[in-house]
């Protein structure tokens, strides 16, 4: 696709109830980040993937938090035994490049992200 | 936690005038980035300063970057209303793949 596509774009989920969150990056992007955005908060890093390679998982909040990119493409960000905690906005971000923090270009092309409520 | 800081966290203006925000961070950097965010959108990338560099220009924006200070500004000259949104800074440290972002300045643009 010509973005960041992500799926579904509002969920609303019950305490304790399982949710998967999906993101297909723009097509041959190598790098794949995830981003939690509370509300008029600034985004904060969960984790990264280089291709199917979860590099750095430092961010992911608990061991509720679980990410995957199994084929190196579309990644699935998946919370179990969801907490009203957990209700944020979920970004999916993506590079072309394997270090997208280094150089002169580097940016990241972010989708619309994943509004979760737990209520 | 978040690296950098934006400041103020609120900015309103006249459509025309210029609207300036500040990032402060603490760590060495390879760069730094500013995004915009138009309510309930994702983020999109604006402009991209290296940390050798000391201003950077695109379009109305103007970007500075003192690393003495630890501290960068981001200036949109003649604001229009479409200008209206929040406003990240987003700092890469040095041998990290991370982007850290600040909490964002709300800038609203009347017309």
């Known amino acids: 696709g010509a973005g960041v596509s992500q799926s579904p774009r509002y969920k609303v989920a019950k305490r304790g109830q399982d949710v998967a969150l999906r993101c297909d990056p723009i097509s041959g992007h190598v790098s794949l980040f995830w981003y939690q955005q509370a509300l008029g908060q600034g985004p904060e890093f969960l984790t990264y993937?280089?291709?199917?390679?979860?590099?750095?998982k430092s961010g992911l909040p608990s061991d509720r938090f679980f990410a995957e990119r199994p084929e190196g493409s579309v990644s699935t960000l998946k919370i179990q035994r969801t907490q009203q905690e957990d209700s944020a906005v979920y970004l999916c971000?993506?590079?072309?490049?394997?270090?997208?923090?280094?150089?002169?270009?580097?940016?990241?092309?972010f989708g619309e992200g994943s509004r979760l409520t737990v209520l | 936690s978040q690296q950098g800081e934006e400041d103020p966290q609120a900015l309103s203006i006249q459509e025309g005038e210029n609207a300036t925000m500040n990032c402060s961070y603490k760590t060495s950097i390879n760069n730094l980035q500013w995004y915009r965010q138009n309510s309930g959108r994702g983020l999109v990338h604006l402009i991209l300063i290296r940390s050798n560099e000391r201003e950077k220009h695109s379009g109305r924006l103007r970007v500075t970057l003192d690393t003495s200070k630890k501290s960068s500004s981001l200036l949109i000259t003649a604001s229009r209303a479409a200008d209206t949104a929040s406003y990240f800074c987003?700092?890469?440290?040095?041998?990290?793949?991370?982007?850290?972002f600040g909490s964002g300045t709300k800038l609203n643009v009347k017309p």
């Open positions: 987003a700092t890469v440290r040095r041998n990290f793949n991370k982007f850290y």
């Open positions: 993937f280089q291709n199917e390679a979860q590099l750095d």
């Open positions: 971000a993506s590079s072309p490049r394997y270090y997208p923090g280094t150089g002169s270009t580097g940016e990241l092309f």
